[in-house]
């Protein structure tokens, strides 16, 4: 009998807070500027500087809590994590041990449906400081630091091993972002490493309780290569159970390149952190109407969001999930649907046509620059059949690329549907006259082609005959 | 107390401290000369005393605006580094993995 290996997952998630200035001193966070131009004493670890917190960190790493439904600990300490890394400046990372911000949330992933959802539970979410930047010149025997990064605000989201499989891992991976998103509280941008994941992966047979040996899997900067990297671990920790050999505790990188993970020997010393309470900074004990105040100023999120679409503009559950899986793109949803009465047809054009549009560019909604009302323009020329639904795709294409209004488009390059009786049945006559063989295989019970018919029409009229009075009027004609 | 010489070797490595045999013995004893007189404390009765982090028992809360203010010009934070490179920090390599 084959032995089923089942996979335990717990995954780990930093998250950049948007904050104008660092965690514990007022330099900028500005990305991409020039290398240590943004530090001071307090964040490149000079003796005698003194850290002290952000409140709009503190803010909004509350609010990131309760948005994940954690509990907000009643007591908030900071607490040095000590190791010699050189991105390092102090030698020890500002962190937080055993009361962390807070603890014990979930979040909800739905994916398919609510039924087929699952509740990932949320260990705990707390705040520290980020490292500095190495760069490892090429053929150097040496490397070197920049410390703009060294002191941003850093959430770390911790999950209980509550995820199976690496398809759930990305889904959850995809609704935290999605709520993080909405919370505009980070780029969330993983090119930029505002956003980074780490996993935790062990297995154990199916059914049994205690959890195999852990490994911990980095370098996967995308929610893909988060889903890639489980598998082949999967398969990996797999082969050396049923092959009865040892799976080593470790940390493993993963390669995008080979499809890989790969063991990183140089850690195999075992962590000791040696965590203290940071005596630099004070605790923190947050009233519990500054709580209540930042739950009730939460935003609406992704699943109400997505439960309101399907209620108020009678969208399928899909739609709904796809157009609010994305903040930006369920506030154009909505601002379109403000001027634009069909909702359905809105929201198929967004997830369809403006979806592949996004996708073809690799941008987002707001830098496709379509503008809601340029949008409802287009769809209500295709509701007074002002043009065809197939012209309209090639004037969204040309509204993108010019900048240019719908109107505009469709006069300047005369796309105007014909719906002109006389027009059209000239067109039909005309093509009916030079397809004979058509005509007559129709007439005898070839009726598919009329197919043919309707296209040669549609041809000389470069797409632009109303296809419904062109089908009628072919009709007509042929004896019908 | 005892601290063995294992113990002094392993917060070497984790301090990144070279030691030889004799540094590692000597280090020992005085280690555990230190913790021998911090362990005094032990001796205070602190059943009735809540655990505190901080000297400051009144003090909590305290926070900074999230407002700029300026940084160190380059020159001026690399001007005590040991080893740079243009405006970096320049250090032994370190990759992970090799």
Redesign the interface.
Known sequence: MKRLYEAVIGLEVHLQLE???KAF????TEFGK????????VC?GFPGSLP???????LYSIKVALALNCKIQDTI?FDRK?????DLPKNFQISQFD?PLSYDGFVDVISGGREAGKRVHIKRVHLEEDAGK???PSC????????NRAGMPLLEIVTEPDINSPEEAYNYLTALKSILQYLRVSDCNMEKGSLRCDANISIRKAGEKELGVKVEVKNMNSFRWVREALSFEIGRQTSLAEAGERIIQETR?WDAQKFVT??????E?AH?Y?YF?E?D??????DKNIIEDIRKALPELPDARADRFVKDYGLSEYDARVLTGQVDLADYFEECARIYANKKTLANWINGDIAAQMNARNVNILSLGIEPKDLAELLKMIDDQSISGKIAKDVLAEMIETKKRAGEIVSSKGLSQISDKGEIEKTVLDVLAKNERSVSDYKGGKKTAITFLVGQVMKQTRGKANPAMVNDMLKKHLGE | MQIDKNTVKKIALLSRLELDEKESELYSSQLAAILSYIDKLNEIDTKDVLPTSHVLSTLKNVFRKDSLKSSLDAADALSNAPSKEGDFFKVPQVIEGK
């Open positions: 904050t104008e200035t001193c007022g330099c900028s020039s290398p240590n131009s943004h530090t001071c004493p490149l002290v917190l952000n409140e709009k960190a503190f300490k000590n190791y010699y890394y050189p009361m190495l760069i490892h150097a025997s040496y490397s070197l630091v920049d410390f990188l790969v063991s990183m020997r140089s850690k010393e000791d040696r309470p005596p900074l004070v605790p923190f004990i947050v």
